[in-house]
């Protein structure tokens, strides 16, 4: 009985312990990413880059009619949804600008020397590295929502965000259409951010700024050849960046629409990258040698 009472106790101290460690590492963690968020806050190019994401939608709405090809995609008279769907689509194909932030964010720590301040006060690498993993997955988040508001206003302001009709017959209601755009703007979170940690991963193992963007553009590039095969086009890292908006943009048709398996293949393909990109960019900073 008094070994039962004793390994009890030491479980529940054991317990406390954990607890204690990892609530002191959160709340470390969220101070470290309050400060890498007021640190993107201060640099200029971000919200070049927000301003980007925002003007190139107006342009692809502008310049739709007069693309080549656009007749074939069913929007020469296009409703507000398919205006949205085309708009986020193609923005997105610009994502590797958020990529290159995702490279900046530890980059520039090497390249200003800061790293080696923070790292010798009582944060661990592992604490500092997922601080940064946080703040590109809140960066990402944000750019997909600023995607998102703006799409809807292109398309409800200029172009009206109606049922979908043959006649008098609807379709799809207007609600259920805005109900799946939702869903594809929460889900394109995924592939974007995993594209941005293969970008944070390629700055684990190159310290200087241009030569990591560098290396990270040629290599996207090249995924991005790879991808125009269809035997291997499902698995490569790019694949599923404008899946959402196809899907949710065939109902704005009036076609008939279904989210699987190709949402099955996005989460598998996604969840895979993320996790490879985040293991494998932790362990090498953690044996990096920086301070020297």
């Not at 609807?170 to 995993?194: E, M, Q």
């Not at 190709?262 to 598998?268: A, E, K, N, P, W």
């Amino acid at each position: 009985m008094i070994k039962v009472k004793i390994k009890k106790i030491i479980k529940k101290f054991v317990y406390l312990i954990l607890l204690y460690y990892f609530y002191y590492m959160k709340y470390r963690i969220c101070i470290l990413v309050k400060i890498e968020i007021e640190k993107l806050l201060k640099q200029r190019f971000i919200f070049f880059i927000f301003l980007f994401l925002i003007l190139i939608q107006f342009l692809w709405a502008i310049l739709r009619n007069q693309l080549p090809g656009i007749q074939n995609l069913g929007i020469y008279e296009a409703n507000g949804f398919q205006v949205m769907s085309f708009c986020s689509s193609w923005t997105l194909k610009f994502s590797p600008v958020l990529m290159i932030i995702s490279i900046m964010l530890l980059s520039l720590e090497n390249t200003y020397g800061t790293i080696k301040s923070v790292l010798i006060r009582p944060v661990t690498r592992t604490e500092f590295i997922v601080s940064k993993i946080i703040t590109i997955f809140i960066v990402v988040s944000v750019s997909i929502l600023i995607i998102g508001i703006f799409a809807f206003l292109i398309g409800s302001i200029f172009f009206g965000l109606g049922d979908i009709k043959e006649g008098e017959y609807i379709i799809y209601g207007w609600k259920k259409i805005s109900l799946n755009f939702i869903l594809a703007y929460v889900i394109s979170i995924l592939p974007v951010f995993a594209l941005c940690m293969f970008g944070f991963f390629i700055s684990t193992l190159i310290k200087e700024t241009g030569a990591a963007i560098g290396v990270a553009t040629g290599l996207y590039i090249i995924i991005w050849i790879l991808s125009q095969y269809e035997p291997i086009n499902r698995f490569m890292l790019n694949s599923y960046l404008s899946f959402p908006f196809d899907t949710a943009g065939d109902m704005a048709k009036g076609l008939s629409i279904s989210w699987v398996p190709g949402l099955y293949y996005l989460l598998i393909n996604t969840v895979i990258y993320i996790s490879v990109f985040t293991g494998l960019s932790i362990i090498n900073f953690n044996k990096k040698d920086i301070l020297f």
